[in-house]
């Protein structure tokens, strides 16, 4: 090589040298992206399955409703004894979510009834002054020449009044409250001598006909003016003949009374009186007074003392002891509690019960699967044939015995929790055992345990962060099983959490087939059935993308 | 021998699992309070009796033994003028011991009087001690019901010289579960031995159970291909979508959906099942037709599942391209390639599932009236007013026992389909 070529070096000035590291930069490209841990990653791949996405916002959507939808029925109604209010009659009202009419979730049925008894709720509707019959009637003539009439119900206005015994301070209150409120809740009472004794209908003790009938058929007798033509009302209605009782003293002190009675007349033709005392003495000795009708009769006697029995307009009356308007959008159950809040309540147990269980289970799980799993060999051997043991008895077998044995020492719940502890962590158990089969003999492990790291300190700071995964998933996979098998066990009565203020799902799926409820009252099972249905489809959904999720072996396949 | 092994291990295994669970759920139910005979309101003689003869005033492992093994009886002969036993000879030229009937046909109590009306018991004294006087016999048969009713005899072993003139006895063990005897019933079906109720109540299980499989299989397995040979097109996500939720719906949801739609909307079936023609007739599978719908539902979906899964992981294996290479056609290919290799996970269930069909669903056969065991299991051990001892011990030990054989024959069956796996080898 000649030396001439490299002379030109040699005459390059010092100044055009500059060092490298101040102008030249680094081709390789700074990460700007954070980098995704285990988890993390676990989530964004998660959050890319839709499916799962949807399912995990309706369990959400499912717990909102377990945790709030207790508080949505007046506490009072909730808490209510059957035998102390008569829930019993406001049994299988239909759902009702909105005004009567719609002729879908609005309370109302269909039904077909005979003439008289289509009179009876027309009467009904006259009397307590609220919307029973919607819509026109069908009169239809069926096979044996009868006339039918086919009517849409409101079920919750068409409940039959009835009657109560009270005391005089129950008495004074509900008038009270009637005036405070401008509502008609005490009916007046019924005179049966007026009916036709003949008449196996009227006659009867049926608390809902307040009006005349004669006809064989029970068949109400219609006012009529002097020429024999039956009177029609403003609305184009035949006019009922009332049979209220109108002699004798009712302590009705009241300012409500029905329309048509002669006493509301007398009480507006004396309506300017201002002083209390003179008004009431005009009205009394007004001769049309003594034919005002008569509200309550009296039993009992001077030694017992008297008690009021009432005829009560139950629609009235039904607010007046709860404080709110009727209007279940679950319906009511056979014995006439909110099927709402009792659904709530029995989804808020379970969704706790299982938390809490598979909670429980996880920790127990852990615990011997990691020590099984860890130390092998003899102590695998034995420990297995434990969970072998145990794992051999069916769960309804142990929740049986268990509840024939603890229930009077812890109660039913505490005994369902052993039932479901006895047996339930195995599955925990097996898999965190795999899990340390797999990751014990790796060589981190072998590190740890060279630098001198104690049995106890690799379990649980080396080997046990890395089946986290894995547990994360299990645990929320065994909700749905416990969930699954409580239900079962209190459908087939093994359990029974009922009371009047608390409820399981499964006794609300047996409730509704009680009876032939599902033909008369089929919301009484298709709510609860429901609710079970979209939380199992929606809760494997979501523990499958979990699944899917947390196994690493699947990273990056998706797409 | 591997497999054999393998088997033989796992079988004694079993076995020893086994022996611990029904020994605990002796030891459980025996714990529960047993009511007065006097609650019962009839037979009160005979239940003290029994349960004398039972051991229900000892120790429950001393019980224990009694259940397995069974206790001594004897029986008595008549002796003729000579002393020489009377020895009859039924038609089949067996021998007919002359034993004392435990009741007459009316369901009397039957026992030994003296010219007097006194009751005597064993030695010919007058007594007034049920336990004494009330002889009990084995195996007697009802000539009515032909129904076998089983009982142990008398619990002292007496001196030969003081049996009464004319009687002679006979010593030998009876009952226990080695002579294959699970004792009578005690609260539910009085008297009546347990094996027999049994015996009288599996056939609807099986049938309800086998009827189901029957649909589920073809009809799972095939929804399975059709998914799996179309995976990610339409078809498939239609039958995973109908699979997912089946999988995910308890099965009396179902079984509420049939009773609505086919019983009280179309009434083209009845709600419960006519067990009066027997499990195996026309009118009993006709009118189970809503229980066998509300089980096939989920065992479809489970099948298709499986085989949706199992199959399209073969399907994307090289062997089948190589199948399509060598000129199979793609029936060809994944009926001999795919579906033998699929058939390793899925053969296994199917026989599991086989297994299954003697435990019953406990729902179903509730809610649709089946007399089936399931329900005679719940109702054993809440009877009133004593558990059932001797049909929950049957049915537990039952239960136990198709739960475990039925992990160790799908262990065993992936072994026999699959060469390629050997179970317990190292």
């Keep these: 090589m000649d030396n001439r070529q490299f002379d030109k070096y040699n005459s ?106 289509y009179y009876r709720y027309l009467a009904i509707e006259q009397e307590t002054g609220h919307k029973v019959i919607i819509g026109e009637p069908k009169i239809i003539v069926d096979n044996m020449g009868n006339t039918m009439y086919k009517i849409r119900l409101d079920q919750y206005t068409a409940v039959d009044n009835y009657t109560i015994t009270v005391s005089l ?97 007398v009480m507006e033709r004396y309506a300017h009186i201002e002083d209390e005392q003179e008004r009431m003495a005009a009205i009394e000795s007004d001769p049309e007074w003594a034919t005002r009708w008569r509200y309550a009769t009296t039993t009992g006697n001077s030694l017992t003392g008297f008690s009021y029995v009432l005829r009560v307009s139950q629609y009235e009356y039904f607010q007046y002891l709860y404080d709110f308007e009727p209007r279940f959008v679950f319906g ?65 077998v142990t929740t049986i015995l268990f509840n024939l044995h603890l229930a009077k020492h812890v109660g039913v719940l505490g005994a369902l929790i052993f039932a479901f502890i006895l047996t339930g962590w195995i599955g925990m158990a097996s898999s965190v055992r795999r899990q340390f089969y797999r990751f014990k003999n790796q060589e981190y492990v072998l590190a740890a345990r060279t630098l001198g790291a104690k049995d106890w300190r690799i379990i649980w700071k080396h ?63 298709f709510f609860p059935a429901l609710f079970i249905a979209l939380l199992m489809i929606c809760f494997n959904l979501f523990g499958n993308g979990l699944r899917d999720a947390f196994n690493p072996s699947l990273r990056g396949t998706e797409e | ?72 009886s004897y029986t008595f002969y008549e002796l003729d003028e000579n002393g020489e036993k009377v020895i009859k000879k039924d038609e089949n030229n067996k021998t007919v011991y002359e034993q004392v009937p435990r009741t007459d046909k009316d369901g009397n109590i039957m026992y030994y009087v003296d010219s007097d009306g006194n009751k005597l018991n064993i030695k010919n004294e007058v007594t007034t001690d049920p336990l004494e006087y009330i002889i009990l016999t084995k195996d007697k048969v009802d000539p009515e019901t032909g129904r076998k009713v089983p009982v142990y005899v008398t619990k002292t072993v007496y001196d030969k010289s003081k049996i009464p003139a004319g009687r002679e006895y006979v010593k030998e063990n009876v009952g226990g579960i080695i002579r294959g005897y699970f004792g009578i019933s005690e609260a539910m079906y009085i008297g009546t031995d347990v094996w027999d109720i049994f015996m009288s109540k599996i056939p609807f299980t099986m049938a309800v159970n086998l009827y189901s499989i029957f649909i589920s299989i073809p009809v799972g397995l095939t929804l399975g291909v059709i998914a799996a040979l179309k995976k990610n097109k339409l078809t ?68 298709a599942r ?70 005679l299991y719940i109702n054993s051990v809440q009877a009133q007013p004593a558990p059932d001892y001797n049909i929950f011990m049957l049915l537990g030990t039952f239960y136990t026992f198709i739960g475990l054989a039925a992990g160790i024959v799908s262990d065993i069956s992936y072994g026999i389909i699959d060469p390629r796996i050997r179970m317990g080898a190292r």
């Design chain 1, 169 to 265: 301070e129950q008495y004074q209150t509900i008038m009270d409250y009637q005036d405070e409120h401008g509502v008609q809740i005490i009916l007046p009472t019924v005179n049966r001598s007026k009916f036709n004794t003949q008449d196996p209908y009227c006659a009867s003790t049926d608390i809902s006909i307040w009006y005349a009938c004669d006809s064989f058929k029970g068949i109400p007798t219609f006012a009529k003016d002097d020429q024999g033509n039956e009177i029609l009302d403003e609305n184009g209605n035949k006019v009922f003949i009332p049979a209220y009782q109108t002699i004798g003293n009712d302590f009705y002190v009241s300012e409500q009374r029905l329309p048509n009675d002669p006493g509301r007349a």
């Design chain 2, 236 to 303: 498939d996500h239609i039958i995973s979508t109908g699979v997912m939720v089946f999988v995910s719906v308890p099965s009396f949801i179902y079984a509420f959906l049939v009773l609505y739609l086919l019983y009280f909307k179309l009434g083209w079936v009845e709600a419960t099942m006519d067990a009066t023609q027997g499990a195996w007739s026309w009118r009993g599978f006709t009118t189970m037709i809503p229980a066998i719908l509300s089980m096939s539902f989920g065992s479809i979906a489970g099948f």
């Design chain 2, 1 to 72: 021998m591997y497999m054999l092994k393998y088997t033989i291990k796992r079988i004694l295994l079993m076995l020893m699992v086994f022996l611990v669970i029904t020994t605990m759920y002796f030891v459980l139910i025996k714990l529960l309070p047993s009511a007065p005979a006097t609650m019962f309101g009839k037979d009160m003689e005979l239940i003290e009796a029994r349960r004398e003869l039972l051991g229900y005033n000892e120790p429950i492992l001393k019980q224990y033994k009694y259940y397995w093994f069974g206790r001594t």
């Design chain 2, 306 to 375: 499986y085989t949706r899964a199992e199959l399209s992981e073969v399907l994307t294996n090289e062997f089948m391209l190589l199948a399509r290479t060598k000129g199979l056609t793609k029936a060809q290919a994944t009926l001999r390639h795919a579906m033998r290799n699929a058939g390793v996970v899925i053969f296994p269930m199917i026989m599991g599932e086989f297994i299954g069909i003697l435990s019953g669903s406990l729902i179903i056969e509730q809610m649709f009236g089946i007399p089936g065991v399931g329900k």
């Design chain 1, 463 to 525: 080997i046990f962060p890395n089946s986290l995964g894995t547990l994360v998933t299990g645990s929320v996979l065994v909700i749905p099983g416990v969930i699954m098998s409580e239900t079962s066990l209190t459908y087939l009565g093994i359990i029974n959490l009922d009371s009047p203020t608390m409820s399981s799902i499964g006794s609300m799926l047996s409730a509704g087939q009680e009876g032939g409820a599902m033909t008369h009252a089929p919301h009484v099972i």
């Design chain 1, 12 to 117: 390059i000035p010092a100044s055009k040298f500059a060092f490298a590291s101040g102008v030249d930069t680094s081709h390789d490209q700074k990460l700007d992206t954070k980098p995704v841990g285990y988890f993390k990653d676990a989530m964004r791949r998660f959050s890319r399955n839709k499916a799962s996405v949807v399912a995990a916002y309706i369990i959400l959507f499912l717990v909102i409703f377990a945790l709030v939808g207790p508080y949505l029925t007046s506490a009072t109604y909730q808490n209510a004894q059957v035998t102390d209010t008569g829930l019993m009659r406001y049994k299988f009202l239909p759902p009702k979510l909105f005004n009567a009419g719609l002729g879908f979730w609005d309370g109302t049925q269909v039904k077909e009834m005979n003439q008289a008894n």
């Design chain 1, 332 to 396: 009511t159950n056979a014995q006439g509690y909110d099927i709402f809040s009792r659904l709530a309540k029995g989804a808020r147990f379970s969704f706790i019960f299982a938390i809490a269980i598979a909670a429980i289970n996880l920790t127990i799980g852990a615990i011997y699967g990691a020590i099984a799993g860890y130390y092998g060999g003899v102590a695998d051997l034995v420990m297995e044939r434990i969970t072998d043991i145990l794992g051999g008895i069916p769960t309804t």
